[in-house]
């Protein structure tokens, strides 16, 4: 069994082996993030109760936390397989970590603006200096400093190496920077009414949050091979399995 | 889990969200295109990725 | 390194040279003499030393002209300030850490020296911590006064800078490893080191903050030392492999 495994993760790190595997998954994760997202959302703007205290407003949740969780995670993800590739000088790797960069980009930024959109009703300002909410506005300029990275150096391999370091240093200041930022909170205003601790949620809230996460996370799997697959055929385009690829295609 | 009903008497009362109804339509809003952008991008690079090497070979063969 | 005159260079000669050469110079020693070159080599261009200073005096200066030169205001924005100016003063000076060496190949030398990297770059580190980092932490008093802050104010500032502007070194010299011979480096580094100084800050301006108001800020200090324990381990392999990335671009 280890042994199997341990051959599937080396055939992995070949370009080709991985485009063709991944090519079998997309159609199953895109119905799959269809379903989960179709139903996560309808019960959340339909069926979920609203808070007694926010109202209707309470419904930004499903978004907004699945998209905090996600663009954490996505950077953690981006610093292991970047790892992966600095260390064992695997191709794959380097291209799912290009390829996961601007989609926690993405994700962070969606976190940030649904947080703001929120905060509006709840709390009367757009903005409010949360400790959360500044800790996802540090992780989007830490996703940044590793894009615009990774577009100042035009050699493709130097650009993955360079950018697997930075998301380490990323990945032992995260904790830091989040501790601080809070401790900082903390001193400077008491406890506010907090968005999302919410004492015991009951599950008909709870539920379609996890499906909605579920969904945003297959979601991600799904774009995350889509653009790892196209940054295979950019970088293999001279190869004589890419090119039958395309002439395939028609 | 208690019973799950819809929460909305009606259409205009779905769309008014109570009083919140631009904060969450425009949350969704706002989400709905990032995330129909973030899966045409990938489909739109891989399109012209493909045209651009198939225009590159047929260069090729035509020398 | 040794003066045992010319030797005929065979292979085998080779190797015992560089084993020699790694027995001779001790860790001390290899730390201590890439620190006295680059020295050195920045006192040589004296002009250079002072340019980030002057900085930090007209950008602490501004703040009066822009907000109010209200006495009470700027008191109690005077540890922002000062840590806002000493952040933006670090960026500007961490631009010719390993320009120079990079330039002129030596950077190359040192990283396949026999002497362990680590030192190398630590020793960098701090010759440039001592001609930029330790100038800014001295001329904590100066800018303090000039925007009203308390006589402890003014010491947890000395203090705070002093044990903060290593861990600033530390983490812009991995932004300048990363983006050495890169084209518009300097804005680059900024985005890089910039959310990386942040808890830096929020320690450091905190200490000043504390102090000024006439409270205990040694739980400041303490939390600033523990990173900067954390940078000086840390952060010189992080500096190392992206110097070795940066060289074989």
């Known amino acids: ?250 | 889990m208690g019973d799950i009903a819809i929460q909305f008497s009606s259409l205009a009362d779905f769309l008014a969200m109570g009083t919140h109804g631009f904060y969450v339509w425009s949350a969704y809003g706002i989400s709905a295109v990032v995330v129909v952008g973030n899966v045409l991008a990938p489909i739109l690079r891989r399109r012209e990725l493909i045209s651009a090497i198939r225009r590159s070979e047929a260069r090729k063969r035509s020398v | 390194m040794s003066s045992t005159g010319p030797v005929e260079l065979t292979p085998e000669t080779g190797i015992s040279q560089a084993v020699s050469a790694r027995q001779d110079i001790g860790l001390l020693a290899a730390f201590g003499g890439i620190l006295k070159r680059d020295l050195l080599l920045t006192f040589r261009r004296r002009s250079d030393l002072a340019n980030p200073l002057f900085f930090l005096l007209m950008v602490v200066s501004l703040f009066p002209l822009a907000v109010s030169p209200d006495q009470a205001l700027l008191h109690g924005l005077a540890p922002g300030i000062v840590w806002v100016a000493a952040l933006l003063s670090t960026l500007l000076a961490v631009d010719r850490l390993f320009q120079r060496d990079y330039e002129d190949g030596s950077l190359e030398q040192l990283l396949i020296s026999p002497s362990p990297i680590y030192l190398t770059v630590l020793g960098k580190v701090c010759a440039h911590w001592l001609v930029t980092g330790l100038p800014l932490a001295l001329m904590a008093p100066i800018l303090g006064a000039m925007l009203f802050l308390s006589p402890e104010g003014m010491l947890a500032m000395l203090l705070s800078l002093l044990l903060g502007t290593p861990v600033l070194s530390m983490i812009s010299a991995i932004g300048a490893g990363l983006t050495l011979g890169l084209r518009g480096g300097g804005l680059l580094v900024a985005l890089i080191a910039l959310p990386l100084y942040i808890p830096v800050l929020i320690f450091g301006a905190g200490a000043v903050a504390a102090a000024n108001e006439g409270l205990a800020y040694s739980g400041h200090l303490g939390l600033l030392g523990a990173l900067l324990a954390l940078a000086l381990t840390l952060s010189p392999l992080a500096i190392a492999a992206s110097l070795r990335i940066s060289v074989d671009n």
């Open chain 1, 1 to 250: 069994m280890y042994e199997k495994l341990k051959r599937f993760y080396h055939q992995l790190g070949s370009p080709r082996y991985f485009y063709h595997i991944s090519g079998h998954f997309l159609p199953w994760l895109a119905v799959l993030a269809s379903l989960l997202l179709l139903v996560g959302i309808v019960w959340a703007l339909l069926f979920a109760p609203p808070d007694y205290q926010q109202g209707h407003s309470f419904r930004i949740i499903y978004i907004h936390v699945p998209m905090a969780i996600l663009a954490q995670s996505v950077y953690m993800l981006m610093a292991v397989a970047g790892a992966i590739g600095l260390i064992w000088k695997m191709k794959v790797a380097d291209m799912l970590a290009k390829a996961s960069a601007p989609l926690g980009a993405s994700f962070t930024l969606l976190a940030l603006v649904t947080g703001a959109i929120w905060g509006k009703p709840t709390w009367g300002t757009w903005w409010i200096w949360d400790a959360r909410l500044t800790s996802m506005l540090v992780l989007f300029f830490l996703y940044m400093g590793i894009i615009a990275l990774h577009g100042a150096i035009q050699n493709v391999q130097n650009a993955a190496r360079a950018t697997a370091v930075l998301a380490l240093v990323g990945v032992v200041n995260i904790p830091i920077i989040k501790y601080s930022v809070q401790w900082w909170n903390t001193l400077h205003q008491p406890a506010t009414f907090k968005l999302t601790e919410k004492p015991a949620m009951p599950p008909e809230m709870w539920v379609p949050l996890l499906i909605t996460l579920l969904g945003f996370y297959v979601l991600f799997a799904l774009l995350l091979l889509m653009r790892t697959r196209c940054e295979i055929i950019d970088r293999e385009r001279s190869s004589k399995w890419v090119r039958q690829l395309v002439i395939a295609q028609r």
